[in-house]
């Protein structure tokens, strides 16, 4: 059973663990507790445009995902092109729960239950995965992603991948 809550300051020291995980680590910048804390309080306070959750899988705490609307990032939005857009980011800490074909259905579960809710009126969702992170491409294919083209984000390319909702 895969659920989702509403990410707490409890929840920074797993945070931190799963993003020095070797098949983690590659794909993100490391994270300290401090910076955890820098970070992320404002997206549990509400005064971010982005909100994070913990995804549970059979009551286990297995990774995070975040979803904001593309627009209120404007150098986003200008590498994306989509405006009537939600962008995710996600990633699955703990090692048990990875390569077993949870990550798509966990992507879907989370647009479904918590994206689409907070955001009744967008027609899209968009993730940018490093272009080289075939296994996170791959996992947005199997959710239903198309892959479009090679962006620039922050200097760094990556691999845009939308949704078009029905
Ligand atoms: C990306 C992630 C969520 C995918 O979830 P998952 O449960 O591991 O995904 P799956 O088991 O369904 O595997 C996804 C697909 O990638 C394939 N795959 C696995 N490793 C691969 C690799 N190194 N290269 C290419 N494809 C790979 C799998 O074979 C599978 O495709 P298939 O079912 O057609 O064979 C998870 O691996 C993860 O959190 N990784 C680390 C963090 C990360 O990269 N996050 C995304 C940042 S945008």
């Known amino acids: 059973m895969i659920t989702f809550r509403a990410i707490t300051r409890a929840d920074y020291a797993s945070l931190v663990r799963w993003r020095s995980a070797p098949h983690v680590a590659r794909w993100f910048e490391p994270l300290d507790l401090a910076t955890a804390e820098a970070k992320y309080q404002a997206r549990i306070d509400g005064t971010s445009p982005t909100r994070m959750h ?88 199997k959710a239903g992603f198309l892959q479009r083209t090679t962006i620039d984000v922050d200097g760094k390319p990556e691999r845009l991948c939308i949704l078009q909702l029905s």
């Open 54 to 141: 913990i995804v549970e899988i059979d009551g286990e705490d297995a990774g995070y995902l975040q979803h904001y609307l593309v627009r209120d990032y404007p150098d986003y939005l200008a590498a994306v092109g989509e405006p009537n857009a939600a962008g995710i980011d996600f990633l699955i800490g703990e090692d048990r729960f990875v390569g077993k074909g949870l990550g798509p259905r966990v992507i879907r579960a989370y647009i479904r239950d918590v994206v689409v809710p907070a955001h009744r009126s967008i027609r899209k969702i968009v993730s940018t995965p490093a272009f080289d992170n075939a296994r996170s491409i791959r996992a947005l294919e």
